[in-house]
């Protein structure tokens, strides 16, 4: 297993996951990217396709913790895929299982601190498609960040506050339906609804 691999790692996750995570990207044949920041996702996963191998990419600005869990979320996808490729749901039960089970050599590695470990061993009991998705976890995983300038998110806005998203739209909070709230791009009047936890900039009205 090439050290120059686990030293590039151990920049993203936590140093003492970074062998494992090597060893997985040599034993299923990986492509695994560090990419740029997207704004609906923090990685994806993508199955052998057109002579290609299993691809997995992960979002470079996030904290350790983030990062690595969110990788082990993706190689759950792979795995599962190995074993019944499309016969099951992407989130379904199988990919929930495998997901547990590749999560555990990390508590056993004890690389998360304690206030986020109680989260996951939480969130593992029924883990959602995203971890982003999970507003404990998410909030925990934030916890980590190291960004000096604040965080704003949709669910920290007032109601008929303005606010810029994805490469300059702008929105209008309207109010909250379920679990996520109702928006309206202010150029096209149509309605979005968004995650509570959506990182944002925040506009003043003007006078």
């Known amino acids: 297993m090439p050290d120059s691999k686990i030293k590039i790692l151990s920049k993203y996750i936590p140093e003492a996951a970074a062998p494992l995570i090597a060893k997985w990207i040599d034993d299923y044949k ?51 895929w190995n074993q019944h490729q499309r016969k099951v749901l992407p989130h379904g039960a199988e990919w929930k299982c495998n997901f547990k089970k590749m999560m555990q050599p990390f508590f056993e590695l004890d690389v998360f601190p304690p206030d986020l470990k109680k989260v996951l061993v939480n969130y593992l009991q029924n883990p959602a498609a995203s971890s982003c998705s999970d507003i404990s976890l998410f909030k925990a995983l934030s916890q980590h960040n190291l960004n000096s300038h604040p965080v704003f998110t949709v669910e920290s806005l007032p109601v008929n506050s303005l606010f810029e998203f994805n490469q300059g739209r702008v929105f209008k909070k309207i109010k909250i339906i379920r679990k996520r709230y109702k928006c309206i791009e202010v150029k096209t009047g149509l309605v979005y609804l968004f995650s509570p936890l959506a990182e944002i900039t925040p506009l003043k009205i003007k006078e």
């Open 30 to 80: 990986c492509d695994f990217k560090i990419s740029k920041t997207r704004s609906t996702k923090f990685g994806d996963y993508t199955p052998p396709q057109k002579g290609n191998g299993h691809k997995i990419s992960v979002n470079y600005n996030l904290n350790v913790y983030a990062f690595l869990v969110t990788t082990v979320h993706e190689f759950a996808h792979l795995y599962t």
